[in-house]
């Protein structure tokens, strides 16, 4: 490929220069000459799908923002140089130094929401973040970023088929959306018909040439019906101008699907716009009251949106009339300024407004908008919850709701009283205890509806509901009500903590890493969060876990006394003990510290006077004992027995359902027709515990039960009764 000549550069840059003078209040042609030619030999060596050097795409993008979205220069000259820094060896000082500190920060803005605005799964909350800021310190570079996404769309074709397929829809999921809420309604539509262009060319190609048939007709009949409008607007000494609205193709293929109709049926609504040169609104309502007495209205197609403004600051009047041959005729009543804020967005807001971030109400509150998705995002917000809030408030429809003052509030639908508190201040939402709509009290999961006037009732002992977050719908709220719970739940953690070193200090132990490591494991919890929530709900005998005693003092029931029911598990099956050759014949008993039974792995270990004591391999106190003492231990096993059967304890707690007893008897002994020996159960308010006793030929076994009773959702926990794990 070869490079540019330089007389065809310099006719590019003249063009260039000439646009900006153009539709631009002011121009610095040598900034804008200088970041020409910069952007000129960054991209030097590169090529686009098209063949043409990559040059002109920034150039291009260039051309969009001096022309479409007419800010200023620095805009252009940041457009020119968008790519620089991510695509080749430039730095962002380099363009500081260069060109101007304030075109690198824009260029700084657009490289790092590159990669933000995706069709596939958002790894990073952080992006979103970035983007947040970008905006904060210049809006200009989202505008950037849409030019550049519009020029990539309008030379989609020379990228292969997939590609294509994949970047249109991009487009469509979040950039026209997006568009659409900074107000860029031109750029909206020629995106969304871009995309469906390359989404269902077949059926775009269908109504283009639908349209393109009917054009005649269409423009014949909008001359017709605008003349008597005309001839009244201007004796009453009106500037204005007045035309047909062109309808567009993505547009026209929605409604079809939404409506379950045909085009022409689409198509017979015509549509026309007038767009007044004075500013003042009132002239529009006069408007209005002309075409009322020359054609009869659709009361209840009548919108109002310049006494109630889209949150995109969008305002115009939409009135629909019978017009001739009993046809519909959409009529579109704004001023000039309302329609380029319509078209461009804030990119108008340029034109009415210097310095406009700070002076403008208007665009302060749809930035807001735009800072209210991404403010409250902690960082471990899961990247899936924030993407479904962020497409929640690009794609959902509007009501207008009111606070007992009249003050007007946007909320997306579906909304419920508590998005309205979070919407007045976060410290209403925590407190929300009520709500009363239209002087009525509701439930705070109500829907609300447009025109509804909101009373929120607070009190200072109300605290957020895990429940809410199923029915709320702005991310402000679900934003803050996750923020509380995690806020709630590390306190707890905390609290469970110092309680947790508090006692191990009155002990004087200590716990190292690993042994806390292996202790948490042991108990079953997933990590130590866990572990420390259960100490702060006080569901562990911290007493039994610091300092396992060998003599269990405190007496359960006698037919939950575990002593008695490991004696009974040992004799009941006949079982002996294995030991090694220099051993036999030594006395043993069982260590009451954790009662080993038939089918635990053990190891018994000698003491003086009492003989050999027989353990339970995870013995606590036993790994304490060999630490110092190691030749002690003495390998032993269970004697072989095939076809005996030993008797198990299961603990059981769940809710307290009728048929739960006979659910718990008919699993236990439909699986290998085992023998029930008790079962001890009691209930407290709509609870119960309890134990039931069974025969088993070995652990598995006992394990299968268990299993099999964990399936019932009225069953909370299953687990063996084990003195050394009972209290938990």
Known sequence: MKELKEEYRRKLLNDLIDTCKTYLTTVDEEMIAKAFRLAYEAHINNFRASGEPYFLHPYEVALIIAREMPLDDISVVAALLHDVVEDTDFSLEFISKEI?????????????????????EITQAENYRKLLLSLVKDIRVILVKFADRLHNMRTLEFVPPQKQRRIAQETLDIYAPFANRFGLGRVKWELEDLSFKYL????????????????????AYITKFSKPIEQKLSEHGLKYEIGGRAKHIFSIYKKMIVQNTTFENIYDLLAIRIILESNDPNECYYVLGVINQLYKPIADRFKDYISIPKKNNYQSIHNTVIGPGGRLVEVQIRTRKMHEIAERGVAAHWKYKENFVQTDSALEEWINWVRDIFENVSKSEAPKELLASFKLNLYQDEIYVFTPKGDLKRLPKKATPVDFAFEIHSRVGFNCI????????????????????????????QK????????????KAKANIRKYLNQEE??????????????????????EKDEMNRLVRKLKFDNHNQFYTAIAHNKLDLNEIIEPSEIKEEKPAPELEYENFAELARTSSNKGILVEDEYKGID???????NPIPGDPIVGYITIGEGMKIHRRDCKNLIHMVKTNEEKLVQVKWAEDKGGYFVAGINIRGDDKPGLLSYISNSITSYRNTNIKAINISAQDSTFTGTVTV?????????????????????FSAERFDSSHSQH
């Open 464 to 475: 957020p509901n895990r429940s809410w977050l199923q029915f709320v719908q702005t991310h």
């Open 490 to 511: 590390q306190k707890i953690v905390q609290t469970g903590k110092e309680i947790w070193e508090k006692r191990l200090k009155k002990s004087k132990k200590v716990f």
């Open 200 to 219: 269902n060319h077949p059926e775009y190609d269908r109504i283009a040439k639908k349209i393109k048939d009917k054009r005649r007709e269409r423009e």
């Open 588 to 594: 043993y008993i069982f260590a009451k510290c954790c």
């Open 434 to 461: 009520g709500a009363k709509v239209n002087g009525k009290i509701v439930p705070l999961n109500t829907i609300l509806h447009s025109g509804d006037q909101v009373d929120i009732i607070t009190s200072k002992n």
């Open 695 to 715: 025969y088993v030929a070995d652990l598995e076994h006992l394990s299968r039960l268990i299993e099999r009773l964990k399936k019932n959702k009225d069953i």
């Open 100 to 120: 101007s500190p304030e075109v690198a920060e824009i260029v700084n803005g657009v490289t790092k929401i590159s990669g933000v605005f995706t069709g596939h």
